[in-house]
């Protein structure tokens, strides 16, 4: 579900605060199961990796780091459901 569909539905279910939640959680599991977030997860880790190594700020190093640990664990999750429901 695109974002501008979600402001739609919102503006539909204003009044039931439960409804809104359950959309929003439907729809944070629809990203975290998205290729393009695990991909940015990704991009953002090794960029912010590489800035911290250039630029001697360890704060971006680490959190490079946890960005990249992050969508590694991702990816390999992916993986071994995609092979054990395969193979």
Do not use: Q, W
């Amino acid at each position: 579900m695109p974002l501008h569909m979600l402001r739609k539905y919102y503006a539909l279910v204003k009044d039931n605060e439960i409804t809104r939640r359950r959309v929003t959680l439907r729809y944070i599991s629809r990203m975290l199961g998205n290729n393009t977030l695990i991909t940015l997860m990704c991009v953002v880790g090794v960029g912010g990796v590489s800035y911290g190594m250039l630029n001697d700020d360890n704060l971006v190093f680490i959190i490079g780091v946890l960005f990249a640990i992050a969508g590694y664990l991702l990816i390999r999750r992916k993986l071994k459901r995609h092979l054990r429901d395969n193979l």
